[in-house]
DNA sequence: CCTTGACCTTGCCGCAGCGGCAGGGTTTCT
DNA sequence: AGAAACCCTGCCGCTGCGGCAAGGTCAAGG
């Protein structure tokens, strides 16, 4: 038989055979005057053979392992190894369909794939276009993509969200934007938000591990001058509390 | 953040931050004097949507796709795909794993993967040493792995394999390998191995499409002269009845 | 001051299992 | 005689990074 006609009796393309002869898994049958492959029945058997195997998911080198011990006993260990990497893809699978289900259900309005929780505590506040209040929010997806916040953070978030005084508070920030880093309704602000948060937000923030260097640093980059000053005065009395 | 602060932030490696930025998944940031990549903790918000969406599965294209149109009507149908998908990938992860369960069971003396139905013909065949019969038996599991025989050719050659009548007319077979193509014995041993096969086996085998061009020839090639005269007496009767 | 160690930089190879293509030659059918 | 359908070798491409090489940079400690 040529390459086609035996890859037509097994079911595999031509390319494939001559992959496993490249990497020396099939033996290379002998030619014909014009060059071609000169394939036996015994070939067929054999390329059938390492195609069960392959089929079944185990890889090229485990394949040639297991032809190579005709031992049979080695079979069954690396088929039982396979059939434990199998269940482990199941459930992984199972638990990304999960979430898709999830995000499937909720975001029909959202471009943005959140956990529930946290859609949940979005939606609860007010809207506004408040720049600060955006950004705020965009660090709460990214808490949540991280998965350090967990339900509790959200929980905790909930009365916060659903007050409207706290969107004064952002407008006040926000007034702040183009103000000099010493602007004296600084100190006042900071000591109005961190009053607003309530310990329970504080204390469901999991403090395992100091945050990364430079988050910090960065976190203020991110603000003017004035509103820097803000937030660093917020997150020093947290640390504060923490210490307490 | 230096590279390292923003990986540790979002949970991901340098290398593969760096990746997406090679692939254009994320833009390169600013750099400090030193050649260092300074990110914001904006890059870290786009890196964590990145991220949630890779792990969902998404190739890193579909999310380059889904970032770009930020229409989020283009989300839910890349999650309806990808669900898709995984539910396809999930059903061929148990299909494997029930194949794996029933080589498993019945497979502990075997070095070989084939079907149970093939496995029980086997073993109802008594135990040969002719060449000829285990020639057979390789081209049993040939017609096994491919798929071509269904249950019903093993139930038709069930009574074929018990019978130790058949084991006689294989010595035959075998006393011919040194015999010259016009040894007289030959057209009586194909006589009665014709005879010898039930009509149903002839059913049971699917005739879909002729036989691969060049499959009789390298089947002929694989016995001596006289052996291969046999053969193809008893191929042609076959395909005689075929045609009857 | 010098070293060590922990970072950072670019860039290229490797991975699994083939598919595709280029750039030939052969056989076969019409 | 020409076209279709085969065959050959060989190399690049895919995915999503990991590893390694061959450096530059920076903070702390002896």
Redesign the interface.
């Known amino acids: ?2 390459i086609g ?1 035996i890859a ?4 595999v393309t031509t390319r494939a055979i001559r992959h496993y002869h490249h990497v020396g898994l099939l033996p290379e049958p002998d030619r014909r005057p014009n060059g071609y492959r000169a ?4 070939d ?2 054999l390329l ?2 390492v ?3 392959t ?3 185990l890889s090229l080198d485990e394949v040639r392992d297991v032809l190579a011990d ?3 006993r080695d ?2 260990d690396v ?2 190894e ?2 434990a990497d ?2 482990r ?2 459930t992984e ?2 638990e ?2 999960r ?3 999830v ?2 259900a909720a ?8 956990s529930p929780a946290l859609a949940e505590l979005l939606a609860k506040a007010p809207h506004t276009t408040s720049p600060t209040a955006a950004k705020d929010r ?2 709460l ?2 808490l949540d ?3 350090a916040g967990g339900e509790e953070v959200y929980a905790a978030l909930g009365p916060l969200a659903a007050d409207p005084a706290v969107l004064a508070l952002y407008e006040r920030l926000d007034e702040l934007a183009d103000a000099p880093a010493d602007d004296p309704r600084i100190p006042g602000l900071a000591a109005e938000l961190v009053a607003a948060v309530p310990d329970e937000v504080f204390a469901a923030i999991p403090r395992d591990g100091a945050v ?4 910090k ?3 203020l ?2 603000y003017a001058p004035a509103q820097a000053e803000v937030v660093r005065l917020v997150m020093e009395a947290f640390i504060e509390r923490g210490r307490g």
Chains 1, 2 share one sequence.
């Open positions: 038989m040529r006609e037509a009796v097994v079911g394939y036996t029945v015994r067929a058997v059938a053979r195609r069960r195997l089929e079944l998911g005709d031992a049979g079979l069954a088929l039982e396979l059939d199998l269940a893809q199941e699978i199972k990304r369909r979430r898709l289900a995000l499937l975001e029909p309005g959202e471009g943005e794939p959140i965009e660090h997806t990214l993509a991280t998965g990364v260097t430079g988050f640093e960065a976190l980059a991110e």
